[in-house]
């Protein structure tokens, strides 16, 4: 069943906010995010999500990239204004609880925007379209990636 995902872009002081990931899959990034609860618009998932998993508050702003995946999810990334916060995880949390049972580990961090190019941050494409708007200014239009497409075109290159 398609699981719809709120992400949070929260870019402050040059500094990108990310979840550092690791698990059996190695070491990672990921923006904060999850999944949007029933009832729950996108904008108030991505202010709950960003929250949850970080301690920060922040004010949402424009919707700058819908990934569209195989399986039917859709994430929607969303540019937040921080308002305030320490990157903390919640202890109320799924994330926390793993960690406290040896299952995965989650570390809210502020990263330099510098070396974005040299980070695995999940989904790359995402972080390679930020790299550039960050570069050049985020346009006006939201933009879209079929992931699956992008994923089958890696392949044939």
């Known amino acids: 069943m398609p699981r719809n995902r709120a992400v949070a872009i929260v870019i402050h002081e040059g500094n990108l906010l990310t979840i550092f990931r690791k698990n059996i899959k190695g070491e990672y990034y990921v923006f904060p995010?999850?999944?949007?609860?029933p009832g729950e618009s996108s904008i108030d998932a991505t202010v709950r999500e960003a929250?949850?998993?970080t301690s920060i508050t922040v004010t949402p702003g424009k919707l700058v990239y819908e990934t569209h995946h195989d399986n039917g999810d859709m994430h929607y990334f969303y540019l937040c204004e921080y308002v305030?916060?320490?990157?903390?995880l919640q202890?109320?949390?799924?994330?926390?609880r793993d960690i406290q049972q040896g299952i995965d580990y989650y570390e809210p961090r502020w990263i330099?925007?510098?070396?974005?190019a040299d980070t695995i941050l999940y989904?790359?494409?995402?972080?390679?379209?930020?790299?550039?708007?960050?570069?050049?200014?985020?346009?006006?239009?939201?933009?879209?990636?079929?992931?699956?497409a992008m994923l089958?075109?890696?392949?044939r290159a």
Not at 152 to 155: D, P, S, Y
């Open 33 to 37: 995010g999850g999944g949007i609860d």
């Open 51 to 53: 929250y949850e998993e």
């Open 84 to 88: 305030s916060g320490e990157p903390v």
């Open 91 to 96: 202890p109320e949390t799924n994330e926390y």
């Open 112 to 116: 330099p925007l510098s070396n974005l």
């Open 123 to 148: 989904p790359i494409e995402i972080r390679d379209q930020l790299i550039k708007d960050v570069a050049n200014g985020f346009g006006e239009e939201t933009l879209h990636f079929d992931l699956k």
């Open 152 to 155: 089958k075109w890696k392949k």
